[in-house]
């Protein structure tokens, strides 16, 4: 398997604009996790996935972010509208179970100006 | 809800140098609990984690944590660092969700 995958690697944005970033999971994952990491607040876990349900959304930091997963092996994280505040890597991850680590992909850079 | 507090944000050590990060987690009920790294520009990568069974566990490169039930620690720890140990660590928990604390920045002088 490929691994987690990602894209875009990097994304340059205007605010206001919106933004979508993508995820493919490790086939075979039950569970999805999208988190943000930054300087000031580290990796925060923003919504996780179980079976394509989102199950806590709570690390959601605003209506202006949203998550789907249509289906077992495709996420999408959207942003709309983008704020410089958005700038961030983010990271899509995904496991097969409870008892089992979490495999990361190699993130999205977000610089919004 | 579950948590984890790392107690070093960054940490400078000398090759040869031991090591041994903190890491405490915050979880009524059965955890899992992993170490993470991520080099400079990288993805976070497993190191070791922690499910069951013996409270000392082993993972890549050297890399050894330990399982504190009573005082709800699993700390990092390596006898010899080298200067390619160079990293962030990460320590998290799971339940369902995983939970990761906000790390410690290592670097090693060569």
């Known amino acids: 398997d490929a691994g987690v995958i990602q894209s875009p690697r990097h994304e340059v944005t205007e605010m206001g604009q919106e933004v979508t970033l993508r995820c493919k999971p490790i086939?075979?994952?039950?569970?999805l996790f999208w988190y943000r990491q930054t300087m000031m607040r580290g990796l925060e876990l923003l919504i996780y996935?179980?079976?394509?349900?989102?199950?806590?959304d709570s690390g959601m930091p605003e209506d202006r972010f949203s998550a789907k997963m249509p289906n077992a092996s495709f996420s999408t994280l959207k942003i709309q509208p983008s704020e410089p505040r958005d700038s961030a890597v983010y990271f899509c991850?995904?496991?097969?179970?409870?008892?089992?680590?979490?495999?990361f992909g190699q993130g999205t850079r977000l610089t919004v100006v | 809800a579950q948590s984890v507090s790392q107690h070093n944000h960054h940490v400078i050590l000398s090759e040869a140098a031991s090591l041994e990060l903190g890491c405490n987690y915050s979880?009524?009920?059965?955890?899992?609990l992993f170490w993470y790294v991520q080099y400079p520009g990288q993805h976070l990568q497993l190191l070791l984690k922690?499910?069951?069974?013996?409270?000392l566990v082993k993972g890549i490169k050297g890399f050894e944590a330990e399982f504190i039930k009573s005082k709800f620690s699993f700390n990092l720890r390596k006898p010899s660092v080298q200067w390619s140990d160079t990293a962030e660590y990460f320590c998290?928990?799971?339940?369902?969700?995983?939970?990761f604390g906000k790390g410690t920045r290592l670097h090693i002088l060569p």
């Open positions: 991850a995904s496991s097969s179970r409870i008892e089992t680590e979490a495999f």
């Open positions: 086939s075979g994952h039950d569970y």
């Open positions: 996935f179980n079976n394509n349900v989102p199950i806590d």
């Open positions: 979880y009524g009920g059965t955890v899992n």
């Open positions: 922690y499910f069951s069974g013996d409270p």
């Open positions: 998290a928990v799971r339940d369902d969700k995983i939970i």
